[in-house]
Antibody, heavy 120, light 113 residues
Framework: EVQLLESGGGLVQPGGSLRLSCAAS????????MSWVRQAPGKGLEWVST????????YYADSVKGRFTISRDDSGNTLFLQMNSLRADDTAVYYC?????????????WGRGTLVIVSS | DIVMTQSPDSLAVSLGERATINCKSS????????????LAWYQQKPGQPPKLLIY???TRESGVPDRFSGSGSGTDFTLTISSLQAEDVAVYYC?????????FGQGTKLEIK
């Protein structure tokens, strides 16, 4: 059974940093591209970033480019999102999502999410 | 960026009746090289993560009831629930994975009439 477990969320002040993790199990992690998708309170889904298999390439939404960095540890089956220069509008539940195969494929499994609150 | 526009924003349907949600993309999401539409549908219930229902516009994910179906090609897509059940109350999103930035529709809230 595919399992994705996010952690690392919490309350952070504007301008601060946070590192999210997503522990994956139940599938061959290195064979799947992975994404982060966020959802602000009461709002819709917003794609944040995708990393290809073997971390060959990374892609970012314009809203986070230059501030967020996606990475992966295939030996530890873990996905990361380093978030710097956080702003109030980054407040959201952050979901880790497994893509079916490569970076342009559907997300077939999602974690339960971790809540990030950016506030003073 | 490819903009995904769903209609309606909300929908109330009687139990056992058909529910139809539309999704229009600002650019075709059909890759002619493999004839696949890079379009998925997700269901999200309160307090839960999104759940994949349909991918490649019309392929039902394993375990999804056959009352859910997807259709369309190019820029116009439809999610149909043939006979609404109480457990189908949720917000539904279409999602294009044709190109980055990957984008979602704004969501359609489905309720029981």
């Amino acid at each position: 059974e595919v399992q994705l477990l996010e952690s690392g969320g919490g309350l952070v002040q504007p301008g601060g940093s946070l590192r999210l993790s997503c522990a994956a199990s139940g599938f061959t992690f290195s064979s799947s591209a992975m994404s982060w998708v966020r959802q602000a309170p009461g709002k819709g889904l917003e794609w944040v970033s995708t990393i290809t298999r073997s971390a060959g390439s990374t892609y970012y939404a314009d809203s986070v480019k230059g501030r967020f960095t996606i990475s992966r540890d295939d030996s530890g089956n873990t996905l990361f999102l380093q978030m710097n220069s956080l702003r109030a509008d980054d407040t959201a539940v952050y979901y880790c999502a497994k893509r079916y195969f490569d970076w342009l494929s559907h997300a077939d499994h999602w974690g339960r999410g971790t809540l990030v609150i950016v506030s003073s | 960026d490819i903009v995904m526009t769903q209609s309606p924003d909300s929908l109330a349907v009687s139990l056992g009746e058909r529910a139809t949600i539309n999704c229009k993309s600002s650019h075709s999401v059909l890759y002619r090289s493999n004839s696949k539409n890079y379009l998925a549908w997700y269901q999200q219930k309160p307090g839960q993560p999104p759940k994949l229902l349909i991918y490649w516009a019309s392929t039902r994910e394993s375990g999804v009831p056959d009352r859910f179906s997807g259709s369309g090609s190019g820029t116009d897509f439809t999610l149909t629930i043939s006979s609404l059940q109480a457990e189908d109350v949720a917000v539904y999103y279409c999602h294009q994975y044709y190109s980055t930035p990957l984008t979602f529709g704004q969501g359609t809230k489905l309720e029981i009439k």
